[in-house]
């Protein structure tokens, strides 16, 4: 790693702007890739009323909580705007934002808005159902959340806003013209639009001709790490950064995520542990699945591409059971000053691998091609209140996370060659002690834990810092900034019962998807199109 910094830039500073599906965040970080202060603030998607399955991005009220949590993370840091180098966005994948031919932001939607069911069913039937096997091959994306079916949909219910649609970019980017004034794209997260090639890592126009959409409103592509432009006074005054400060391409997430965590070489494995779950390997070269089970991105490495399965709302089960079942716990938690969570874990830890039988149904294995889950459910409940309790029930739903995302692991396995030697665990789910051995015990594998848990705005940060020159590479720079806390080795037993547990699982979560299929239960949540 190098550095073209001089001796009066010693204090510099880099600053991601994280927009995640809860939340958005500004993160500061000094140049060894130490966290300094965050600002936060939570968001909610808006539902269109009458529009089954819509999640709208709210662009005025978002960008106002943007810029609070700019300033609110100068503030904690004690900094002044000056001392921020220079800044990048990432991005939830999958949401899109429409300009018009002036620039101004007319329309965006959040990344899991399912509105366009009919619309997906519509372009699955092109070429006699070939379209969605031609657009996953060149892409690596399915439709289900991909950009096709959500512009088919403005163009059948709102003509308005399509016929002044003169641009399309991610969320990321939104962020990123919002300080900047410039309008780009990067591979790692326009891919998740189902628009890009993943082999070029440019724009495919002809999928769009083919579905019958307008293919003008493609953005210029940028790579990760690229100086998009400068903060302008506007966006200064707004936000609090100093005008000029460098803004530099962001990108996707999850490979944002990746490169914080080091893994910038193939064959490495993470599982980014967030209100989603990401399951990511690194493949040395783009390929796809021949079940289309799996999906496949852009790196932020060009020539790499990633193997991603997805665990639906693993850490807002988490949330949804503290704040439902546990009053008690978090009051206890803040009389102690500990964490919720750490309490909760400190009780599951006395309850024996297997959670007494105990099997939750929430998030199924992916399924890209045909998605859905099952209804919400735990599954083989005793009314001994002795095995069967709140520390159990969190138990189990720890071991079901990690039972999922050795699922997927799998399923990558068998299309790739590629199981993991060891794997790393990042994000909020990696806090949990108990829980990195349960991920370590389902898997068989060795976990690393990173000091740094906000992957994601790290490698963001490392983006912002590549653009303004404070760094060479991307790879080389988060390989070089990476620090481990913690290791945990499989225990051989304990993997030999999961294994079985994990048989169970399966079986279980077939026979509750039957029951949506008989329409006996509703789905957690399903793709468009299903």
């Known amino acids: 790693m190098t550095s073209t910094l001089n001796s009066d830039d010693d204090r510099s500073y880099l600053m991601a702007l994280d927009a995640g599906t809860g939340s958005v965040r500004a993160v500061i970080f000094n140049l060894e890739g130490e966290q300094i202060a965050a600002g936060q603030a939570e968001w909610i998607h808006l539902a269109v009323p009458d529009v089954p399955g819509s999640m709208e991005f709210d662009l005025q009220k978002n960008w106002q909580l943007a810029c609070q949590c700019i300033r609110q993370a100068l503030h904690e840091a004690h900094l002044p705007a000056s001392a921020i180098r220079a800044v990048a966005a990432c991005s939830m994948r999958e949401g899109i934002v429409l300009y018009d031919k002036s620039g101004e932001p007319i329309w965006a939607c959040a990344n899991v808005d399912a509105r366009a069911s009919r619309e997906v069913s519509e372009l699955k039937e092109i070429h006699d159902f070939q379209f969605e096997r031609e657009v996953y091959e060149c892409s690596g994306q399915t439709l289900a959340l991909s950009a096709m079916p959500r512009l088919l949909w403005l163009a059948h219910h709102r003509p308005d806003i399509y016929r002044q649609a003169a641009t399309v970019t991610m969320i990321s980017d939104w962020l990123a013209y919002k300080l900047s004034g410039e309008l780009a794209v990067d591979p790692s997260n326009a891919g998740t639009t189902g628009m890009l ?60 995520g990746t490169l914080g965590l080091g893994l910038v070489r193939p064959g490495q494995t993470a599982v980014l542990g967030g209100t989603f779950w990401q399951q990511i390997v690194n493949l040395p070269a783009p390929i796809t699945d021949p079940e289309m089970n799996i999906r496949v991105n852009p790196h932020v490495i060009p020539g790499m591409a990633q193997a991603e399965s997805i665990s639906f709302f693993t850490g807002l089960t988490m949330r949804w059971f503290r704040d439902a079942f546990c009053t008690e716990e978090k009051t206890l938690a803040q009389r102690l000053g500990v964490d919720t969570y750490s309490l909760l874990e400190d009780m ?183």
Request: net charge neutral.
């Open 197 to 256: 090639d993943l082999a070029t890592r440019n724009w495919r126009p002809e999928l769009l001709d083919m579905a019958g959409l307008r293919a003008d409103m493609l953005s210029p592509v940028a790579e990760t790490g690229t100086r998009l432009g400068y903060v302008t006074a506007s966006a200064a005054e707004g936000c609090g950064l100093r005008a000029g400060t460098p803004v530099g391409m962001g990108g996707g997430d999850a490979q944002l």
């Open 348 to 530: 599951a830890a006395r309850v024996p691998v297997g959670s007494w039988g105990v099997t939750p149904v929430f998030s199924d294995a992916m399924h890209f091609k045909n998605w859905y889950h099952a209804a919400p459910s735990f599954i083989n409940l005793s009314i001994d209140p002795e095995k069967c309790n709140k520390p159990t029930l969190f138990r189990a739903l720890e071991e079901n996370a990690a039972i999922v995302s050795a699922c997927n692991l799998d399923m990558i396995a068998s299309f790739s060659g590629i199981r993991a030697k060891s794997l790393v665990f990042s994000g909020g789910g990696s806090k949990g002690k108990l829980w990195c051995q349960i991920l370590s015990d389902v898997t068989g594998v060795p976990v690393n834990v990173p000091v740094v848990k906000e992957a994601t705005a790290l490698g963001c940060a490392i983006a912002a810092g590549v653009a303004a020159g404070v760094y060479s590479s991307l790879a080389e720079t988060g390989e070089a900034l990476v620090r481990w806390e913690r290791e945990y080795q499989p225990v051989a037993a304990n993997h030999e019962l999961y294994l079985a547990q994990k048989a169970n699982w399966q079986a279980v979560y077939a026979d509750q998807l039957g029951l949506v299929d008989r329409h006996l239960t509703t789905s957690m949540w399903k793709a468009p199109g299903l």
